[in-house]
């Protein structure tokens, strides 16, 4: 592979174009996941996350829970994040001669997604080990904490061997290495009840039909203006922001652990500061307000998170978030980047007033107020 478009030719007939990621309606993304090897079967709905909201935490967790702590603190969570992506796939234990094929296949697609931590991977049949080698990967090139990664790693290997396999990282970012293997101390035990989509998820995150009244574009329109790069190691940047492809309850298992470890005011300081820095790259040329206000909703369309329409007055801001993705009613993540992105946007400092969900479309109203 040697240019760029060779890279998104890659991408695009590896993730894309066998209708495996469908990313041609704005506001909403489905990942299918069903092929005949990959001991998958279902679809799943998902979003691009901005590595520096991750990474952000991830500091801050190191901050404040010492090293060692916020090792174990991501490691659980990458792990429950596995298990909820298996979980969503149905996924079962395969037998040994699938062993191999299933989860190279399964890493594959992580790395397809831009997940830069599993550019190779190789599984041993014969031991259940398994060696992952990434390059420059997201977030711990930021944070030279791994443990996430290796926590996913873990939780897919567990998953299809059927035994508890736990791994570790070797962080010397840009080069970094996951290990799986059953020499490793145990550290964490799935729990599958922990990571199970309520009963709303399948009705409420795949819309039949959608009415693109907001004007949006969808993923595949950013991709083929450039407005959304893929660079050589298949990492997805806007605006020089790096992405990548994650199922929506990612970043909600990320809330949930982060914030028993730690705090909720800790998770919205941290999610709010991330966003409003992000969003500053967002306008750099661009200076009328709803000019950058329409930038961040089509941005936010085009990368999975539903349609905007919004209101706005001196004291208030309103937005309508229509087909949000949906997580057992929780919104905490998604409303916290919208207000660091609406702060940004419109030079003030707002605060979230009230938050309210309708089942109908999905829709998710959020009242931002001027302090
Ligand atoms: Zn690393």
Redesign the pocket.
């Known amino acids: 592979m040697s240019t760029i478009d060779d890279v998104s030719r890659f991408v695009f007939s590896t993730l894309f174009f066998p209708k495996k990621v469908l990313i041609d309606r704005p506001g909403i993304i489905v990942n299918k996941i069903m092929q005949k090897y990959s001991g998958l079967n279902s679809q799943h709905r998902a979003v691009f996350f901005f590595e520096e909201i991750m990474s952000g935490l991830q500091n801050e967790s190191i901050k404040k829970l010492g090293r060692d702590k916020a090792k174990a603190l991501w490691y659980k969570t990458g792990k429950d994040v596995a298990a909820r992506y298996l979980v969503l796939g149905n996924a079962k234990k395969m037998p040994s001669f699938l062993q191999k094929i299933t989860i190279e296949y399964v890493l594959s697609g992580f790395r397809a997604a831009g997940q830069t ?1 599993a550019l190779k991977t190789n599984f041993n049949s014969s031991d259940k080990s398994f060696v992952v080698t ?1 390059n420059n ?1 997201l977030v ?2 930021k944070t ?3 443990d996430f ?1 290796s926590g996913l790693v873990s939780g897919i290997v567990s998953f299809f061997t059927g035994e508890n396999i736990e791994a570790e ?1 070797i ?6 290495k996951i290990i799986a293997n059953k020499k490793i101390q145990k550290k964490y035990i799935l729990n599958i009840d922990f990571v199970r989509p309520d009963k709303y998820y399948f009705s409420l995150n795949f819309p039949k039909f959608i009415s693109n009244s907001s004007g949006s574009g969808s993923f595949k329109d950013f991709i083929k203006f450039r407005k959304i790069v893929v660079d050589i190691d298949s990492k997805f940047t806007y605006k020089g922001h790096a992405l990548a492809l994650g199922e929506i309850g990612l970043f909600h298992i990320i809330a949930r652990n982060y914030i028993d470890a730690l705090s909720k005011k800790s998770f919205d300081d941290v999610v709010l500061k991330a966003s409003i820095n992000i969003a500053k790259d967002m306008f750099a040329k661009k200076i009328n307000e709803s000019d950058k206000i329409d930038e961040i909703f089509k941005m936010l369309s085009a990368v999975g998170y539903g349609n905007f329409f919004f209101r706005k007055n001196l004291k208030k801001i309103t937005v309508i978030n229509k087909w949000v993705p949906y997580y057992d009613g929780i919104f905490y993540y998604q409303q916290l980047m919208l207000c660091g992105f609406l702060n940004a946007a419109t030079n003030h400092k707002w605060s979230i007033l009230e938050v309210s969900f309708e089942k109908k479309e999905s829709t998710l109203k959020i009242v931002l107020e001027k302090r």
């Not at 962080?171 to 970094?176: D, L, R, T, V």
């Open positions: 931590f990434g990967n711990c090139r030279n904490l791994g990664s990282t962080c010397n970012c840009p080069n970094c």
